[in-house]
C-alpha cells in the first residue's frame, strides 16, 4: 500500500503558528529513544494534552502522546518541559505510523482514546478510526490484559463502535457493561477541552472499557 495513503491525515493539522523550538526538540529527542521503550501508555488524538499530562503525573508509566494537530503539540511539549516530565514521549502523525514503524507486538499496556473526531457527516464515516479493522490490528501490539479506553459523545459513532466490538469478541471483553460504568461523567477520567465542550452542548459522554483476551 502507498504510505502517503496509507498514513494520510484527515481534518485539521495546523492552527496559529508552526511548531515551535520546544516541540521539535522534543519531538527528535523523543524519536531518538522511542524504538527503546517498552510502551505503557498510549493517548491518541491527545489534543492539547490535558489526558497525557495527567496519566504521566498520576504515575510513573511512559505515555506517548500521538497527535496531528501543531498547536496541541506545542503545548504539550511546553508543559512538559515547564514541569520537567520526564516520562512523556511525543509523536507527531499518524497512529498507523506510531505502530508500523515504532511499536513490537505484545509491547502496549493501555491505550486512550477519548473524543476521537467523529466525523458526523455520513460520507466521512469511513474517516473514523475506531472500527473492527482498527480492533483487529491494534490487538497485535497489546500485552495480554492489556487495556483500551474510548470515549465519545456522537451517537451514530458510539453505534459503530459497539458493532465493532461485538466482531472482535473473541479477542476482547467489555468491561464496564452498565450505565454506572459507561457515564464519562460520573467517573474519574480527564475532564479535557472536548469532554467540557461536549457537556457545554448538552451531550453525555460515553465511556469504553476493553480488555484485551
Excluded at 73 to 89: C, F, G, R, T
Excluded at 117 to 130: A, E, M, S, T, V
Excluded at 167 to 196: A, R
Amino acid at each position: 500500500m502507498n504510505s502517503i495513503f496509507k498514513y494520510r491525515l484527515y481534518g485539521r493539522s495546523k492552527g496559529r503558528g508552526k511548531l515551535n523550538t520546544i516541540s521539535k526538540e522534543a519531538i527528535k529527542l523523543r524519536l531518538k529513544k522511542i524504538e527503546r521503550i517498552n510502551y505503557n501508555v498510549i493517548d491518541i488524538g491527545c489534543g492539547y494534552g490535558e489526558s497525557t499530562l495527567e496519566f504521566a503525573r498520576n504515575n510513573k508509566k511512559i505515555v506517548t502522546a500521538c497527535e496531528k494537530y501543531i498547536d496541541g503539540i506545542n503545548n504539550i511539549a511546553e508543559k512538559v518541559h515547564h514541569q520537567s516530565l520526564s516520562n512523556i514521549y511525543i509523536f507527531h502523525g499518524n497512529v498507523h505510523e506510531l505502530l508500523d514503524q515504532y511499536c513490537s507486538y505484545d509491547s502496549i499496556e493501555e491505550v486512550w482514546i477519548l473524543f476521537p473526531d467523529p466525523w458526523p457527516k455520513k460520507r466521512h464515516f469511513k474517516r473514523r478510526l475506531i472500527d473492527e479493522v482498527f480492533l483487529n490490528k491494534i490487538k497485535k501490539f497489546l500485552k495480554k490484559n492489556a487495556s483500551i479506553h474510548i470515549a465519545t459523545d456522537s451517537k451514530s459513532y458510539i453505534s459503530e463502535i459497539l458493532k465493532s466490538i461485538y466482531e472482535v469478541k473473541k479477542d476482547f471483553v467489555w468491561i464496564n457493561q452498565n450505565k454506572q460504568g459507561w457515564e464519562y461523567s460520573s467517573l474519574s477520567l480527564p475532564k479535557t477541552k472536548y469532554f467540557k465542550k461536549a457537556l457545554k452542548n448538552g451531550l453525555n459522554p460515553f465511556y469504553l472499557k476493553l480488555v484485551k483476551l
